[in-house]
């Protein structure tokens, strides 16, 4: 089994940064492709970006590209998700997500096997 605790949220203005974090333990971290996605009230959660477990391969939503980067240090079992010129309509609970195999390129949160708890972000105007 896989736990991820997310952290590094909270407000900001318009403009700003944020980093968040999430940490895993358990099985080995540096054999899982990583994701974040992000849940707006009222909303689906939706993708925001991917890492693969070697780092080699990164994806980003249209709506975040540019904007933010993921990365990951697998000596300290973590991925970070680096978010530069936050917007309004990036507030949302942000969660990281982990699968092992191959990585693919997959948007659906069904796709992958362990969820953190998620952290709050919220970007003033």
């Known amino acids: 089994q896989v736990q991820l605790v997310e952290s590094g949220g909270g407000l900001v203005q318009a403009g700003g940064s944020l980093r968040l974090s999430c940490a895993a333990s358990?099985?080995?971290?540096?054999?899982?492709?990583m994701v974040w996605f992000r849940q707006a009230p009222g909303k689906e959660r939706e993708f925001v970006g991917g890492?693969?477990?070697?780092?080699?391969?990164?994806d980003y939503a249209d709506s975040v590209k540019g904007r933010f980067t993921i990365f990951r240090d697998n000596g300290k079992n973590t991925v970070f998700l680096q978010m530069n010129s936050l917007k309004p309509e990036d507030t949302a609970v942000y969660y990281c997500?982990?699968?092992?195999?191959?990585?693919?390129?997959?948007?659906?949160?069904?796709?992958?096997?362990?969820w953190g708890q998620g952290t709050q972000v919220t970007v003033s105007s």
């Open positions: 997500g982990g699968r092992y195999g191959k990585y693919q390129y997959y948007t659906s949160r069904a796709a992958y096997e362990f």
């Open positions: 890492i693969s477990w070697s780092a080699s391969n990164t």
């Open positions: 358990g099985r080995t971290f540096s054999s899982l492709n």
